[in-house]
């Protein structure tokens, strides 16, 4: 029996931490400015997307001082973004990234859980963690929690928002006109949750929403954190978008489901990937060659080197060889916010794996940083990327991309306007969208509320 043809999902990813956006180009627009999130969302709907999503970042990112050159400043908050593109779009999902270690269960429980209401079931809780003081700088807890502890949290984090999402079944509300609206049930919204992280009890005051509860997403890349997904998520963001690669992490993931009760169709695998379209395949190349060589100029290629060296390294000639100190070993001091540091074990074995490289292939130190940051996965005509796609998905690779434009908000309409009528003409992508809620779009079945009216752990 032949293997059933897969569907492909595709979402895309406004950045917002990113080693990828090209802002000085001329078609580059305003990462705070609405227009520019209306046009990127209305051209993923346009392209029948699965959902959009937004990355965020806690603190701004800094190397020797100085805002890293490579951040985006003045990110408005993910849920006022969310919700406001929830009145311009129809069916796109809507994605936010919100922090578990600096929030509180009951508030993003109440936020998501709202989100869900005003678009009509379609909103997505990206949980992420975070253990850098640096950031915790910004908070009340400043950075107390050890980064062994941080999915711990987060489990139980997860674990107090289902039950609160969960303290409602859906048909407690009963419209009665001469008597008004009343509870038929006087338990709906009561909720307890008590463990090492959290004790809370009440009732949550927000209905149960359209898809019963937000789609949840997870992004590590751990052996915890990819547990942590196929105990509790619905779709795991990877970074292995090549053929071996993904299809490693792909049945490494799903082979951890049925430990947990879970088909493999219960979790989606969704690599972040960029894309350089080009009328021919050679053409593509050198545009490709273009924007790395915007992504990565001369000063910015001396950050990415001061990342694993752990120095000053501002007097280094990028035009050159590599330096021949060593890494400094331990804490770094150069580079502060986590999603600007490149986190290596072993910073010296690392530095010596790029020197061999870099003497194998004759390679200075901005075209080496330039190889070893690569981010382009797919580079060439519509059809050869239209087929790498297809080929990587239909292999179990993955189940789908999140699409990064290195140019925003416009960097969409060439992968949508040439692309996407590709894979639609493959029967491999939707023409149209079927349902209406991003549960549908991805293929995942409403979650069926707990019997218990509370829940308590520990």
């Given amino acids: ?113 709202s989100l869900d209401h005003l678009s009509d079931g379609r909103a997505a809780w990206n949980v992420v963690t975070s253990w850098d003081a640096f950031t915790g700088e910004n908070f009340r807890r400043g950075g107390f929690l050890p980064e062994n502890q941080r999915y711990e949290r987060a489990e139980s984090f997860l674990a107090a928002a289902q039950t609160l999402f969960d303290s409602w079944r859906g048909d407690e509300i009963v419209a009665d006109k001469e008597n008004g609206v009343f509870l038929s049930d006087p338990g709906a919204g009561q909720f307890s949750y008590r463990d090492d992280h959290f004790d809370i009890s009440g009732r949550f005051n927000v209905p149960r929403s359209p898809q019963g509860r937000p789609v949840i997403f997870q992004a590590g890349d751990s052996d915890r954190g990819r547990e942590f997904a196929a105990a509790a998520a619905d779709a795991i963001f990877s970074r292995y978008g090549t053929l071996a690669d993904g299809q490693k992490f792909y049945a490494d993931v799903k082979g951890r489901l049925a430990k947990y009760g879970r088909r493999h169709d219960q ?94 292939e004759n390679l200075t130190t901005r075209e080496l940083i330039i190889e070893v940051t690569g981010r382009q996965n797919f580079v060439g005509s519509a059809g050869t990327i239209a087929e790498s796609i297809n080929h990587l998905v239909q292999s179990d690779a993955s189940d789908g991309f999140i699409l990064v434009p290195h140019v925003t908000p416009g960097g969409l309409d060439p992968f949508v306007d040439r692309v996407v009528p590709l894979l639609q003409e493959r029967g491999v992508f939707r023409t149209d969208y079927e349902g209406t809620t991003l549960r549908e779009h991805l293929g995942l079945a409403v979650p069926q509320p707990r019997e218990e009216r509370t829940a308590a752990t520990g």
């Avoid at 569907?7 to 090209?22: E, K, S």
């Avoid at 053409?283 to 060296?309: C, D, G, M, N, Y």
């Avoid at 050159?320 to 100190?325: D, E, I, K, R, W």
């Avoid at 060593?326 to 690392?350: M, Q």
């Fill in 267 to 360: 979790l989606l695998i969704l690599p972040a990937a960029t894309f350089v379209l080009g009328d021919t395949d050679d053409e593509a190349a050198e545009l490709a060659h273009e924007v790395r060589l915007a992504q990565v100029s001369p000063a910015t290629a001396i950050k990415f080197l001061e990342q694993l060296w752990n120095r000053d390294l501002s007097d280094h000639d990028p035009d050159g060889p590599l330096p021949t100190v060593d890494p400094v070993v331990g804490e770094n001091t150069i580079a502060k916010g986590r999603a600007s540091v490149r986190i290596h074990r072993d910073p010296v074995a690392v530095a010596n794996e790029w020197r061999a490289k870099a003497e194998a």
């Fill in 1 to 113: 029996m032949s293997k059933p043809v897969k569907q492909i999902h595709l979402a895309a990813h406004f950045p917002g931490v990113n080693n990828t956006t090209v802002w000085t180009d001329p078609e580059s627009g305003s990462h705070i400015e609405f227009d520019s999130f209306v046009r990127f969302a209305q051209t993923a709907e346009r392209g029948k997307f699965d959902f959009l999503f937004l990355a965020e970042g806690l603190r701004l990112r800094e190397q020797g001082g100085q805002i890293y050159d490579l951040d985006v400043v003045g990110r408005p908050d993910t849920f006022t973004v969310l919700a406001a593109l929830a009145a311009v779009t129809e069916r796109l999902g809507l994605t936010g990234t919100i922090n578990s270690t600096f929030n509180e269960p009951y508030e993003v429980a109440r936020q998501f859980a």
